[in-house]
């Protein structure tokens, strides 16, 4: 085992979709920084595993929601709950997503349409509307999300996804342009790439996933975006490229 990354000692971190892939990973490194972990996902038994694996490389529990997080009126209560409970969050990262139906936009359904929304789009405007009091009175609040490069290069029968990822990442950036002058808080996006993961697979069935990026190689650069210090503010954040603007 290689040493940990960081020191975040003391600081309450939560990862989105951290039963598997990418947000397992990013749940494991923090842990192994020093912070502690609430973990949510919808399945109970994913996130277990997930648990196991802190216990195993970091020698302490996290804290385990299982949560849907297109139920919005439970999602509402996620920021209340923290606050009750940890009386703080100092960082944030938005694992979870869903990777729709690829399909000519003329073809789509709209309950395929309304899902994919719901599930990406909406529920970024959900955890930021419940978790933005808490990250923004912190010291050193930060908060990643994932995103696709769909998002900013739309390709055949990937509309679905581009629209979803194009609507989020507007989202975020609209947040952080929106704090006031001297904020601590960071708030960036991440695009990992190509990375061996569920959802890589079911895009790309025919993919050989042995020659991707494992979900473990992407996880430091984004624990290195929830550090103290200088960090990049609403910057569109590659995994192997270095982010132009820290403040």
Known sequence: MTAPLADLTGRVALVTGASRGIGCAVAVALARAGAHCILTARAQGGLEQTDDLIRQHAGHNATLLPLDLRDGEKLDTLGPSIATQFGRLDCMVHCAGELGILSPLSHMQPKDWERAMQAGPQTTWRLVRTLAPLLERGPAGRAVFLTDRHGQTPAPFWGLVAASRAAQDAIVRTWASELPQGSPLRINLFEPGMVATRLRRL????????????????????????????????????????????K
């Open 203 to 246: 895009a790309m069935p025919a993919l050989d996933m042995n020659n991707l990026t494992p979900p473990e190689a992407v996880a430091p650069q984004i624990v290195s975006l929830c550090l103290p210090g200088p960090q990049p503010q609403g910057e569109y954040v590659r995994f192997g490229m270095e982010p132009v603007d820290k």
